[in-house]
């Protein structure tokens, strides 16, 4: 007894090969384009986290500042000036490497305080959208920040964490 072949029509076999290649480059596309959106989330990620870090640093030298008046000795705010504004907070920023002079290479995401020039100092990870306020991207490029006295006339506090590299991220 033989049994009889039933040719199957093309759609009941699977799909063509053009199908296969139509439905991996949309996949292709769809991948590259959340590669691209992931990266630019975490580069805003990254900008939130630095730019709190220093709202968090400044909230420290301001309970310094506080500190000191009700101890009633105002007059040695002035004295926080230049000083490492880390180590007024509770706790240091992830990836702070301590106080360094003249540091050579370091990882990005780091942050470090140069006791040479009083600075406190962030690397970037991430610099597709941050720039310096002229324009340019150098190719390493610091984000700065130093406690100053305010200017003369200013009212409010002595001194403050100042940007000393304005940038421009986003």
């Known amino acids: 007894m033989m049994r009889a072949m039933t040719i199957l029509p093309n759609r009941a076999r699977g799909a063509s090969r053009l199908e296969l290649i139509v439905v991996t480059l949309i996949l292709v596309a769809l991948s590259t384009w959340l ?3 992931m990266r630019f989330y975490q580069e805003l990620t990254e900008k939130t986290v630095v730019e709190s870090t220093v709202i968090n640093l400044r909230s420290g030298l301001r309970f310094k500042i506080a500190d000191l008046i009700l101890k009633g000795t105002p007059e040695k705010q002035a004295g926080l000036a230049l000083s490492n504004p880390v180590l007024y907070a509770e706790s240091p920023p992830r990836g702070y490497l301590g106080e360094m002079r003249a540091p050579g290479e370091l990882p990005a995401g ?3 305080y140069e006791q040479d020039r009083a600075e406190l100092v ?34 409010g506090d002595t001194v403050d964490i100042e940007v000393l590299t304005p940038y421009q991220w986003f």
Request: aromatic fraction near 10%; avoid cysteine; proline fraction near 5%.
């Open 35 to 37: 590669l691209h959106t």
């Open 122 to 155: 962030y690397i970037p990870v991430l610099k597709a959208n941050l720039a310096l306020a002229d324009g340019s991207q150098p190719e390493r490029l610091r984000l700065r920040w130093q406690i100053k006295a305010a200017e003369a006339g200013r009212a």
């Open 110 to 112: 780091s942050w470090y």
